[in-house]
T-cell receptor, first 117, second 111 residues
């Protein structure tokens, strides 16, 4: 256990559905991240939140909508997804964002395996 | 050129031998480097971080960094079947203030 939890662990949804992924960290960290991991591709950074403020939006389509109500919780709201959005969605946290030398060590949750039909 | 490059493997190593995993990166100003282990169907797990040139040892793992050559490696001594996994190299890109991950090297330890 890394101290980062994600729910649900598996999600199957149709292209017209709306669903949300939830992430919670119990590490007292100030930065949280959403990543997408597709087969045979490197981890892709989607969003970064630092102290509840979005600081990075890596050209992600608007059908993905993040929300960070406080420094411990992060959501990813999904709507009208496409089959190519099927992937493992990973949440991570770090002590801080934008600072080198150890504070950028990121710890991952178990991920949500998303299948879009 | 990719920002972080790894040989995707698979790399097969006999049990008890040394496994050597390599990673090169393009940003000469990078200062922080990380190795993650990812078992099939699981999420990445941080196993080593290194910030200075030279070697850093932690148990059976040794990370090696050569900033002049823009090269970071991970050695696993006395390899065990439980070390079979994909190993991800991550580099903090200066200025971009984010980690960039390589594609990962799939390692198989053969009993």
């Amino acid at each position: 256990e890394t101290g980062v939890t994600q729910t649900p662990r598996h999600l199957v949804m149709g292209m017209t559905n709306k669903k949300s992924l939830k992430c919670e960290q119990h590490l007292g960290h100030n930065a949280m991240y959403w990543y997408k991991q597709s087969a045979k591709k490197p981890l892709e950074l989607m969003f970064v939140y630092s102290l509840e403020e979005r600081v990075e939006n890596n050209s992600v389509p608007s059908r993905f909508s993040p929300e960070c109500p406080n420094s411990s919780h992060l959501f990813l709201h999904l709507h009208t997804l496409q089959p190519e959005d099927s992937a493992l969605y990973l949440c991570a946290s770090s002590l801080a964002w934008g600072l080198a030398g150890g504070k950028h060590e990121q710890f991952f949750g178990p991920g949500t395996r998303l299948t879009v039909l | 050129q990719k920002e972080v490059e790894q040989n995707s493997g698979p790399l097969s190593v006999p049990e008890g031998a040394i496994a050597s995993l390599n990673c090169t990166y393009s940003d000469r100003g990078s200062q922080s480097f990380f190795w993650y282990r990812q078992y099939s169907g699981k999420s990445p797990e941080l196993i080593m971080s290194i910030y200075s040139n030279g070697d850093k040892e932690d148990g059976r793992f040794t990370a090696q960094l050569n900033k002049a050559s823009q090269y970071v490696s991970l050695l696993i001594r006395d390899s065990q079947p439980s070390d079979s996994a994909t190993y991800l190299c991550a580099v903090e890109i200066q200025g971009a203030q984010k980690l960039v991950f390589g594609q990962g090297t799939r390692l198989t330890i053969n009993p």
